[in-house]
């Protein structure tokens, strides 16, 4: 990879570092809540399984007073829950700090708090009253808060060796300072991890992405180049075969431009505007020369051959995807606003707007162009001929709008000879085909 990378490329340099930044937030966000979400779980399964082992230790030393008639009343239990509690110490991560013990018919036979956690007996109390259930169907384990401290309230059977079901224990489980505080920093370390290993595989992978996106625009762009060279010589091929040179064609192709330009046209209708100018005719390959180069008035028959040379141009265009969109003009040209056109005879809005503008810039070419069959006319005579074909022939609107631009224009490409004109082409091929790069870079996914 280029230590500077070339300022033709910072669009895509900006926007692999943007797009890599993002997937990184989003994988390292991913990482750190599937973290979150595992390490809740081991506290989870700790919180059941404490319980589980406390109470079945419990059954052990006290299964025979939980079984015996009048538990409820003689504080056997309870006695025997107080030995309990004080014969375990509180494990590291945490453990059981409020504890209730019920028979099998649900009647509360035995407390315990721990004294750190004082008034949680309450809370457990009130949860148990909320949670009523007997036999194996009574165990669950869920988060809630107490005081502003996250414990989980738990109750579970309390199950004899053959699973006969004595009663239940509803308790409090609460992690401990310790094992919070090592939770938060395995937490900031998963997910400064992630981070880190995300960063780092993208760093890898940056330099192989970039050269593969590089590569591919530059291929994009040569074919691209490809096909502008192809349409230059095939519009040129066609204009050189009716008047000996392939001005024509970069003229009409300028005007067209500079018109759309003033009315505000987008880059894909301009794209398709320029094709169109330059393959207008190309339909004339398949017209014979005695009827194309005739320097005299065509007559009917003559006319009607002529005419051929749309359906013809569409025949071609239609053959190759890239010039498809060309197909509005090449079709269009010679459409009239009333209707009185051909092809299609369509009128006003019907007309594509670049076949509404190329039509008055491809008649105006005409008009003040050296032809077989005619001198040039003025600048002042064909805007005349023009103006009274408003409405009927052209555009109205279009026709405004190429009158206040067309004076400066027409006398730059009429003056300054062919060399000028094949140099604004190449000026208007850069600024709507050749700076696309940025244009494709910027815009978002379909």
């Known amino acids: 990879m280029d230590s500077i990378p070339s ?19 989003l994988l390292a966000g991913l990482a750190a809540a599937t973290v979150y979400w595992v390490e ?15 109470a079945a230790e419990f059954v052990a030393v006290a299964g025979d007073v939980l079984d015996a008639p009048g538990s409820e009343t003689n504080g056997a239990v309870q006695a025997r829950l107080d030995r309990f509690v004080r014969g375990h110490s509180m494990p590291r991560d945490g453990g059981l700090v409020a504890a209730t013990i019920f028979d099998a018919g649900g009647v509360a036979v035995a407390r315990v708090e721990h004294p750190d956690y004082a008034g949680h007996a309450a809370e457990l109390n009130r949860l148990a009253s909320q949670s009523v259930a007997t036999g194996r169907q009574g165990e669950e384990t869920r988060p809630v808060q107490i005081d502003g401290a996250r414990v989980y309230f738990l109750q579970v059977p309390l199950e004899t060796a053959d699973k006969r079901v004595l009663g239940r224990v509803a308790a409090l489980y609460a992690p401990s300072a310790a094992y919070l ?3 938060d920093r395995r937490l900031v370390r998963a997910v400064l991890f992630a981070f880190i290993a995300v960063l780092l595989t993208a760093a890898i992978l940056y330099p192989v992405i970039q050269r593969l996106m590089r590569r591919v625009i530059e291929l994009s762009a040569s074919l691209r180049d490809a096909n502008l060279e192809m349409l230059s010589v095939l519009g040129s091929a066609i204009a050189k075969r009716d008047a000996d040179t392939d001005a024509h064609n970069y003229r009409v192709t300028l005007y067209s431009v500079h018109l759309a330009e003033a009315v505000g046209v987008d880059l894909k209708t301009m794209q398709a505007l320029i094709k169109g100018a330059f393959l ?21 028959v003559e006319y009607a051959q ?11 265009v239609r053959r190759a995807s890239w010039l498809s969109d060309a197909e509005a003009v090449v079709g269009g040209h010679h459409e009239k606003f009333d209707g009185g056109g051909y092809d299609s005879h369509h009128k006003a809005g019907e007309i594509p707007i670049v076949a509404r503008i190329f039509a008055i810039a491809d008649v105006f070419d005409a008009l003040t162009s050296h032809r077989p069959y005619k001198a040039p006319l003025s600048f002042d005579a064909s805007m005349e001929i023009l103006s009274r074909d408003r409405g009927t022939h052209f555009d109205p609107q279009l026709l405004d709008a190429f009158a206040a631009i067309a004076r400066p224009l027409h006398e730059a490409l009429t003056t300054r000879g062919e060399d000028y004109s094949h140099q604004e082409l190449q000026t208007v091929l850069t600024r709507y085909f050749r700076q696309d790069i940025e244009t494709l870079l910027a815009r978002e996914p379909a």
């Open 181 to 183: 505080a090592e939770f």
């Open 306 to 316: 002529m005419k051929q040379h749309v359906a013809h141009g569409l025949d071609i």
């Open 280 to 300: 207008h005719d190309v339909g004339k390959i398949g017209i014979p020369d005695h009827i194309l180069l005739k320097p005299g008035k065509l007559d009917e």
């Open 7 to 25: 300022p033709q490329y910072w669009p895509l340099h900006k926007l692999l570092i943007l797009r890599i930044g993002l997937t990184a937030l």
């Open 40 to 54: 809740r779980q081991q506290l989870h399964r700790a919180a059941v399984e404490l319980a589980e082992q406390r």
